[in-house]
């Protein structure tokens, strides 16, 4: 007999999944060119050529046993103190490379910051919409998830709401900010009242609340928009970074966690990281690209394509009649359903070839997104399926 609760996660596929498994069987009946995929977040624009020129030097020029032995269980040294030196480059802040933790992603990073830090029963307060995983991630951690609603149509985060839902039981409060499924980009003047709201929380409380910044998408930003540096404004915060988007290489797994040297007792909430770390087996990130990272920090793919694409995105389905939150970062256009029911919407926009996800699973309803890393050429095509659908509605 199997873990029932584990059994139940391994057998429910989830929603993004299960629609882009249902467009790789449509590509293989009906042609690539025929199928619309916006179901994914998987970068389109390929890693940048000197990261590729360092890997092979890496692989041709490092003794192998170093290129592909342990490094210790945080990770790096060197690797972190180069992280250290980007973000004191980058933010004027000072990081310390021994509260840094090497890991196999955001989704790492996150699992790691949640085990660590929750008490059974204690909660994460996250702005709604919101990665579908955190769910699994906080609960299997023994803790909470309580979404907040965020304000309409700019999707920035409700303080009224967030005030009203945190307690004495929250300890977490979770941030993604460019947002996934919305592209929002939370203002610097929100997160300094929201920074400042949870200090007021934790006096009135006697609690310590935690920031955790979740920031795969920091550099896919358009228009000047620049997401804050959390560390500055809030002393307990920690950041789950990841090179997945920013650097095109979500399979190899890639990322850290760092604990802000202002928080209090930040060197015991380092050591839980650890021990967290340590017991769900995220030791040791990937040693190649721990080596390669050290030498590529501040390194981009190139996102113009994507500010393209959305752009072309978005003023195509506005102009068609959609309504759509303008997005300032990350590759996702958060568009409203045409019919109440957004997973309905989403089955009929099959007909046209378009695969779109129902916002339900982001804990919103009545949303669909869509996420634009893909070549130009498709989303082109893409537009008098747009433009069909929007008038089989108006019918
Ligand atoms: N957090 C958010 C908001 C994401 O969108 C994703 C992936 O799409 C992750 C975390 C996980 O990223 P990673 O591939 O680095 O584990």
Redesign the pocket.
Known sequence: MVSQDMLRLGQQSSVIRAISEYGAARRAQIGAENVFDFSL?NPSIPAPEALTERLIRALQEEHPCRVHGYTSSAGDMGTRGAVCEHIERTFGFEADPKLVYMTC????S?TVAFHALLLEGEKVVVPAPF?P?YRVFVEKAGGVLCPVPSLEPSFQIDLDAMAAAIDEKTKIVLL?SPN?PTGAVYSRETLEKLCALLREKEKEYGTEIFLLA?E?YRELCYGGASPAWLPSLYDRTLVAY?Y?KSLSL?GE?I?YLLVSPRMEKAAEVFAAVCGAGRSLGFVCAPSLWQLVLKDCQGMTSDVSEYERNRDTLFHSLSEMGYTVTPPDGAFYLFVKSLEEDAGAFCERAKKYELLLVPSDSFGVKGYVRIAYCTDPETIEKSLPAFRALYEEYRK
């Open positions: 977040g992603g955001a989704a790492a996150l990665f995983e993604n996934n979740d795969p990841s997945s979500p797994r990322g």
